[in-house]
């Protein structure tokens, strides 16, 4: 038997997880650790809480978990209620796929303002992370600044601007749903340091921006190049634009019909933040795009507002004793390998890109390599302690292991709590999560 520990049950953990089953069956017993009680990752914390449809991935996860010889340790933060070291003597292999999940900084004066959030952090608290439940941002105002143009700021705007009706079927949590219908936004501006020819928004996404009750987007027709030059895109960015084109075209008495203009500023980057304890405006750089970069005009001018939410990127959160890539901001490895016998995968691999879908070949590459470390002699005899080892550990140190038994206990208290219409009401504090698995 060989004993195989990986770090993380979001998405990368548990498409590693089946192809470990795939590759060895019966002969591999498998460990899937999380620091959290429940498990999938950002499929529970990232994905918007209105695409419960792209949520269902989980139950392909769960078919993985059911597996004998697959099992889920919730509760064990890797670095701190177990060493790396401990593990590596239990396990064969130690596979992180720990994700990226702190916010990326953009480094500018004023970024610690009041009312200045990453995605990670606001996405977190509409999503029920206990890590930023009580985030509390004060929606009171007029004027969001959403930073960045990729799906995370989109999923942001649009969460923003949805109605009770809207959100129906969704399982944004309850304190952010009050906070959310209550809000007074009127405008929301998303500025993107390059032009719609770079946009990284996906179609379908854009597509749900352009059919929202209450807001309407709006592009500058003059920041688009020849409608020539479209046809040189490849298809998803071409069909991106071609939405990005048909905001630019509604009339201003459409816009006017909503309460929340959701503003496209492109070729516009952020040079520092202003205010006095709360962020009062952006102070932002026109740019202009050469050889696909975002370069400086010197051209300045500010965008006043209330909130900002940073959609521009995450890291990795270093472990101590993994060699850690500071530039990248995830671990250092060579396609997945990291030092003999601890390899990583998923967003702590490749760094915060990529859909749900990106991660499943990422697992079965690695087992593809495990499985040639074992035959080259890498990972040593058999003979290792694994999941009995590890029991014994966690008794002595008394952690309170969250099974994945325990996590149907938790998500059937969850379904139980739900509003009309909503599949599950989150808990969104570790004790209640524990003490419905109990
Ligand atoms: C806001 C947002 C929305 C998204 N929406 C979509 C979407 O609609 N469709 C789509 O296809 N893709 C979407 N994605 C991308 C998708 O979520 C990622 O590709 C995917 O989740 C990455 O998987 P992962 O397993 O590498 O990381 P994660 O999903 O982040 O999983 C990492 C897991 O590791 C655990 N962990 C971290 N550190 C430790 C530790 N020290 N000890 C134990 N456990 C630990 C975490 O608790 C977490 O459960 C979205 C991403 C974001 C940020
Ligand atoms: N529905 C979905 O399928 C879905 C939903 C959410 C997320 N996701 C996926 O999850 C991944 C992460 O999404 P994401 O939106 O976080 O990342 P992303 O797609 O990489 O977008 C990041 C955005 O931030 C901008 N940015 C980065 N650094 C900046 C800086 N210093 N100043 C100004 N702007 C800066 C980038 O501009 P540049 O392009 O100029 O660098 C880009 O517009 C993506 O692969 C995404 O597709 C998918």
């Known amino acids: 038997m060989r004993h195989i520990a990986i770090i993380g049950s979001g998405p990368a953990g548990y498409y590693t997880a089946e192809a470990a089953q795939k590759q060895w069956g019966d002969e591999v017993s498998v460990d ?29 996860y769960e078919k993985t978990a059911l597996n004998e010889n697959v099992r889920f340790v919730g509760n064990v933060a890797v670095g701190k209620d177990i060493t790396v070291a401990e593990l590596r003597e239990l396990y064969d292999a130690v596979i992180f796929a720990t994700g990226a999940p702190n916010d990326r900084q953009l480094g500018l004066e004023g970024e610690d303002l009041d009312n200045i959030f990453g995605s990670a952090e606001f996405v977190g608290w509409y999503n029920g992370h206990p890590k930023f439940a009580d985030l509390d941002p004060d929606l009171s105002k007029g004027h969001v600044v959403v930073i960045g143009m990729g799906n995370v700021a989109l999923d942001v705007a649009r969460i923003l601007s949805k109605t009770e009706t809207e959100f129906e079927g969704a399982d944004v949590v309850a304190h952010a749903l009050e906070s959310l219908l209550g809000s007074k936004i009127e405008k929301i501006t998303i500025l993107g340091r390059r ?13 749900e921006l352009g059919a929202l009750e209450r807001a309407s987007p709006r592009v500058d027709k003059d920041d688009f190049p020849d409608e020539a030059e479209d046809a040189l895109l490849e298809p998803g960015l071409r069909k991106s634009v071609t939405h990005l084109r048909s905001f630019a075209a509604i009339p201003e008495d459409m816009h006017a019909e909503k309460a929340i203009e959701i503003e496209f500023d492109m070729f516009a980057s952020p040079v520092r933040f202003l205010g006095d304890e709360k962020v009062e405006a952006v102070k932002v750089e026109r740019t202009k795009v050469e050889a696909g970069r975002a370069v400086g005009t010197g051209e300045t001018y500010e965008v006043p507002a209330s909130m900002v939410i940073t959609c521009i990127g995450y890291r990795t959160s270093p472990i101590p004793d993994v060699p850690f890539d500071e530039r990248a901001g995830r671990f250092a490895n060579d396609g997945g390998r990291i030092l003999p016998g601890m390899y990583c995968v998923g967003w702590a691999r490749r760094g915060p890109t990529g859909t749900i879908g990106t991660n499943r070949p990422d697992g079965y590459d690695i087992v593809e390599k495990i499985a040639e470390d074992l035959d080259g002699g890498v990972l040593g005899r058999k003979g290792k302690g694994g999941r009995e080892a590890f029991d014994a550990l966690a008794n002595q140190r008394k952690l309170d292991i969250v099974t994945f038994r325990d996590w149907k206990k938790i998500e059937e208290a969850e379904e139980e709590a739900a509003r009309a219409g909503a599949p599950r009401e989150k808990f969104v504090d570790i004790e209640s999560m524990i003490k419905a698995s109990r």
């Open 195 to 207: 032009g719609p020819h770079q946009i990284m928004m996906t179609p379908k996404e854009l597509g």
């Open 32 to 60: 899937v650790f999380d620091l959290l009680p429940v498990p999938y990752g950002l499929i529970r914390f990232g994905v918007a809480p209105d695409h419960q449809s792209i949520k269902g991935v989980s139950r392909r």
